[in-house]
């Protein structure tokens, strides 16, 4: 049964850099055709996709947030990492990471539990 | 950017009632729309995909119809726990993934 964790900050500075990372059991991060992404919610609010990951050649991210997203991936650990940069208020929000299929099969079948992280001085 | 738009925002219904939640896409995602249920403090579950395949261990009294851009969850019967706030996704058109604002459903 595959599993999803994140685990990173629960706290970030106005203007820092938000770094979480996702750690995947029960499964293989390499197993194909899968993506892994992060989507996030403000407290109160709906949902908002981030960016999704295949490879370190094949990303993907939302042009909402300007180009202020890194993803990377480490197979051999079995984990995929978010960076988000110059936050403000704006960025606090439960944030998940999952787990979707390739074009045409990109709903997500595997969330994690999600973790809260709060932008604030 | 493919523009979800969900209605009603709050749906109030009796237990045992018929629920219907609809969901408009701002153009074509043909049929990748999936259908999400979240309670207080959980992740969402995924519910419905391709428009109206139920998600594995989901039970037949949610079911998912398409017609052009318009797209519907239907809840047969409500149960308990079936009280949660649902969220369309277009997953034709990205990137963005974009999802609806939501529906919640409460009990009436």
Redesign the interface.
Same mark, same amino acid.
């Given at each position: 049964h595959l599993q999803l964790q994140e685990s990173g900050p629960g706290l970030v500075r106005p203007s820092e850099t938000l770094s979480l990372t996702c750690t995947v059991s029960g499964g293989s991060i390499s197993s194909s055709p899968y993506y892994w992404?992060w989507i996030r919610q403000p407290p109160g609010k709906?949902?908002?996709?981030i960016? /999704?990951i295949y490879s370190s050649e094949n990303t993907?991210?939302?042009? /909402?947030l300007k180009s202020r997203v890194t993803l990377s991936i480490d197979k051999s650990k079995n984990q995929f990492s978010l960076k988000l940069n110059s936050v403000t208020a704006a960025d606090t929000a439960v944030y998940?990471c999952a787990r979707?299929g390739a074009?045409? *099969? /990109? *709903?997500?079948?595997y969330?994690?539990?999600?973790t809260l992280v709060t932008v604030s001085s | 950017e493919t523009i979800m738009t969900q209605s009603p925002a709050t749906l109030s219904v009796s237990a045992g009632e018929r629920a219907t939640l609809s969901c408009r896409a701002s153009q074509s995602v043909s049929r990748n729309l999936a259908w999400y249920q979240q309670k207080p403090g959980q992740a969402p579950r995924l519910l419905i995909y391709g428009a109206s395949t139920r998600a594995t261990g989901i039970p037949a009294r949610f079911s998912g119809s398409a017609s052009g851009t318009e797209f519907t969850l239907t809840i047969s019967s409500l149960q308990p726990e079936d009280f949660a706030v649902y969220y369309c996704q277009q997953y034709n058109n990205w990137p963005p993934v974009t999802f609806g604002q939501g529906t919640k459903v409460e009990i009436k």
């Open positions: 992404g709906g949902l908002e996709w960016g /999704s993907y991210d939302n042009p /909402s998940y979707h074009r045409g *099969y /990109s *709903y997500v079948d969330w994690g539990q999600g | -």
